[in-house]
């Protein structure tokens, strides 16, 4: 079974589309995360939720909207593609334990390529 | 904010060992984790550090000095696998923020 499923994994679309990308975790954490990594490799935080709840948005354009109908789900939709939007979106999980260990459980990626 | 900053590449001999550095600057630090990537596929956790020290799994130790806001992850007997991207991440924020740093692409060489 797989931990962290995100889909799809190869996403090619034209500026100004709408696009949704899905992730799901069966892991039972309560934290759910979107990276965007770019072609230099920078993995940078977009969001983070706890149970449903948004708690971290690093300063995303408001064309990124999560959605977290249950703790076990968090998609993104992103609204107006640009090219700049080109990366590899990556779905991630977690749970603390007393350490503060919040080992990150990462889905296979979704690379998008905005033409 | 937070920064981690890390060496952008570093070349070593296959059996050889090969220590990768990483500095930051986190509010609210927790602890240090380290994740592995291979190209084309997904950060994999490696280890992780709250207190000062070395923590050691199998060939790979994680070194964190919170005094220094300095840490590092030393590879012994370097096998070919072994390249791949080498990221530090601070836990902060209560818990429920990981940050990544800038990154260290790890070439072993025969």
């Known amino acids: 079974d797989t931990a962290v499923s995100q889909t799809p994994k190869y996403l090619v679309t034209q500026m100004g589309n709408d696009k949704s990308i899905k992730c799901e975790q069966n892991?039972?954490?309560?934290?759910m995360y979107w990276y965007k990594q770019d072609s230099k490799k920078f993995l940078k935080i977009m969001f983070s939720?706890?149970?449903?709840?948004?708690?971290i948005n690093e300063t995303v354009p408001n064309r990124f909207s999560p959605k977290s109908p249950d703790k076990a789900h968090l998609n993104l939709h992103i609204n107006s593609l640009e090219l700049g939007d080109s990366a590899v979106y990556f779905c991630?999980?977690?749970?603390?334990?007393?350490?503060?260990?919040?080992?990150?459980?990462f889905g296979q990626g979704t690379r998008l390529t905005v033409v | 904010g937070q920064s981690l900053e890390q060496p952008s590449e570093v070349t070593a001999v296959e059996g050889a060992i090969v220590q990768i550095n990483c500095t930051y600057q986190?509010?609210?630090?927790?602890?240090l984790s380290w994740y592995q990537q291979h190209d084309g596929g997904a950060p994999t956790f490696l280890s992780y550090?709250?207190?000062?020290g070395l923590e050691e799994t199998g060939r790979f130790s994680s070194f964190l000095s919170r005094s220094d806001s300095y840490g590092y992850l030393l590879l012994q007997e370097l096998q070919m696998k072994d390249s791949a991207s080498y990221f530090c991440?601070?836990?902060?924020?209560?818990?429920?923020?990981?940050?990544f740093g800038t990154g260290t692409k790890l070439q072993v060489i025969p």
């Open positions: 991630a999980s977690s749970q603390a334990d007393r350490a503060g260990n919040t080992e990150a459980f």
């Open positions: 892991l039972g954490h309560d934290t």
């Open positions: 939720y706890n149970n449903k709840e948004l708690i």
């Open positions: 986190t509010s609210g630090f927790y602890g």
């Open positions: 550090n709250a207190l000062d």
């Open positions: 991440a601070s836990n902060s924020g209560g818990y429920q923020k990981v940050t």
